[in-house]
C-alpha cells in the first residue's frame, strides 16, 4: 500500500532489482508488484524490505513458473 505515482513504481522495482536476486514489475493502476526469484521468498522478507521503503504489504501470493519462483505483492 501506498503507491500512488509513476516514481513510487519506479522506487519498489528499483529495490527489488537492486538485490540481483529478484526481478519486479510493479503496476500503479493494479497497485501491485510481482516480483520473480530463482529462491522462495517468505513474506515476512518482503514485507520488510517495502517497509523499509516506506510501503506497506497488503497481501502475499506465491506462483511457480518454468524460470523459477513469482511472487506478487499487493
Request: charged residues 35%; positive net charge; aromatic residues 6%.
Amino acid at each position: 500500500d501506498g503507491m500512488v505515482c509513476v516514481n513510487c513504481i519506479r522506487r519498489v522495482e528499483n529495490l527489488f532489482n537492486s538485490t540481483g536476486e529478484m526481478i519486479a514489475k510493479a503496476s500503479l493502476e493494479k497497485k501491485e508488484a510481482r516480483l520473480f526469484s530463482m529462491r522462495e521468498l517468505e513474506r515476512r522478507e518482503v514485507a520488510s524490505m517495502l517497509a523499509g521503503a516506506g510501503y506497506t504489504l497488503t497481501g502475499f501470493e506465491r506462483e511457480k513458473s518454468k524460470e523459477g519462483k513469482e511472487h506478487e505483492t499487493k
